[in-house]
């Protein structure tokens, strides 16, 4: 033990003090280094050694500077006043500490500051549990590390296996994200996440927003959304959006590409095509659409219904669409509203420009084409059966023409009210069902604020001017 005094008698003193710390306190044995004077006292009906100015304590694990130190012999317990502890894994700033020996718990008020090798946290009250390694945090607190900053109401830290709790208004930010949430399970060294309610995440390397009830992400590139789960994706040219609603959306990224994979209630809509589903694979690198169970597709004024529908898209527009089996396409004539209708065992659709070119039905393809006159009026309509293949052919997104391959069988109607409502088997037409654009989510919470939640102690500054850190 050293001292730095020039009071004979009050070295006498602080020794006696001294030796009293280590006796009452064997479990955590207290040694006095510096102090101005001490002196008796009592504090709230509790005998109190009062240590004042320039106070330096140590234990075995951490080293303490206070403006006073203030021993209630009765409690186990110690008061210091605007302090500094420096320990092996961390440094602690506040304006008042309440230390229990025995159990090795302290309690910071006031402007309190913890720095440790990868990160800083801020906060105006701070429980730590020395012998579990845990930082409570019952008032807000700021988070930083190199990558960014968390803020939120409350919750808790465990230092040494950087696995951390945080709940009310929590906002994390960082140059590849922004995420908030009403609380927020996070293990930094594996970047592990789960976020629970009134999710917003923004992506901006992939210019992808998510919002929901639950999110999960890990460092491999794997996300789960669930619970009213929306994605919107802007493209490379940041021209357009795509946005994608279901109950669970799971997002693996890979070197090569992304794959999305939702379930139930499956809504997609984009500016070149939408679609419903209970299931829809989405993969990214030839950006193909695979929907399955009762899934339903529309493309301007085309519907495609079926078992399973594949759609191909090129530079975020439509190229080619596909459905097996027995699909019914229906595409609605833009002046007489008619509704034309293809189906067969599998039907293929081409597209040019964002504009329906042709469809080709294979096999017991069967086809009703309305007809109209030179003056684009109605004119009957052509049945149509063959055996193989059809294919239909559009100019400028309307049907003009078609050929049958083999064994076809035709007939003509006259025009006629009898022939507006002619369908064939398995007929849907549901364009009250088309998904509408989604509206684009907003973060609900503010701004991080850069600063610092409260002027910094003049101990921190100092520190960091003396170790040639960035306050």
């Known amino acids: 033990m050293s001292l730095y005094t020039k009071s004979i008698p009050f070295l006498i003193l602080l020794l006696w003090v001294s030796g009293t710390f280590q006796e009452s306190y064997a479990q955590e ?36 500077d206070a403006d006073s130190a203030y021993q209630f012999e009765n409690l186990n317990m110690i008061h210091a006043f605007n302090i500094q502890i420096e320990s092996e894994n961390d440094i602690v700033w506040a304006d008042t500490l309440y230390h229990n020996t025995f159990r090795e718990y302290s309690e910071f008020r006031g402007r ?29 607190v700021r988070f930083e590390d190199e990558d960014g900053v968390l803020v939120a109401e409350g919750g808790y830290y465990f230092q040494n296996t950087d696995i951390a709790f945080f709940r009310g208004d929590v906002r994390l930010a960082d140059s590849t994200q922004y995420l908030e949430a009403d609380s927020l399970f996070m293990n930094r060294e594996s970047r592990f996440y789960r976020l629970y309610n009134n999710i917003y995440a923004e992506d901006y390397e ?7 009830d639950y999110l999960e992400a890990d460092s491999l590139g794997h996300r789960l959304l ?3 789960a929306w994605m919107m994706q802007v493209n490379e040219a940041e021209t357009d959006t795509s946005h994608l609603t279901s109950d669970i959306i799971m997002v693996t990224e890979t070197d090569t590409s992304d794959f999305i994979d939702s379930y139930g209630n499956v809504e997609i809509w984009s500016e070149s095509f939408t679609a419903l589903a209970d299931t829809a694979h989405y993969r990214s690198d030839i950006e193909q659409f695979r929907l399955i169970s009762n899934p339903v597709a529309w493309q ?15 530079d975020d527009e439509i190229r080619f669409l596909t459905s097996y089996p027995t699909p019914i396409a229906v595409q609605e004539d833009s002046l007489t509203g008619r509704l034309n209708q293809m189906t067969g065992d599998t039907l293929q659709a081409y597209f040019e420009n964002g504009d329906i070119d042709r469809i080709i039905v294979f096999d017991n393809s069967e086809l009703i084409f309305h007809l109209k006159d030179d003056d684009d009026n109605p004119d009957g309509l052509i049945e149509l059966i063959a055996a193989g293949a059809s294919t239909i052919k559009f100019e400028n997104g309307e049907l ?64 960091i001017q003396e170790n040639g850190l960035i306050p």
């Open 29 to 64: 044995q207290i040694n006095i280094l510096n102090a101005q004077r001490a002196e008796g006292g009592m504090v709230d009906g509790e005998p109190v050694r009062k240590l004042l100015g320039d106070v330096r304590l140590a234990t075995d694990n951490l080293v303490m």
């Open 226 to 228: 669930s619970g009213n």
């Open 300 to 314: 301007k004024r085309i519907q495609l219904t079926g078992p399973y529908i594949e759609a191909l898209l090129e």
């Open 400 to 463: 003009y023409d078609f050929i049958a391959k083999r064994n076809a069988e035709g007939s003509y109607l006259s025009e006629s009210p009898d022939i507006v409502n002619r369908q064939l088997s398995g007929f849907r037409w549901d364009p009250d069902m088309k998904p509408l654009k989604p509206p684009v989510q907003k973060p609900r919470l503010p701004d991080i604020d850069p600063e610092r939640p409260f002027d910094l102690p003049d101990r921190y500054l100092m520190y």
């Open 112 to 140: 309190v500051i913890m720095l440790s090798e990868n990160n800083i946290l801020f906060s105006e009250e701070i429980d730590y549990d020395r012998i579990f390694d845990v930082a409570l945090f019952n008032t807000p």
């Open 206 to 212: 992939d210019r992808v927003t998510f919002t929901g």
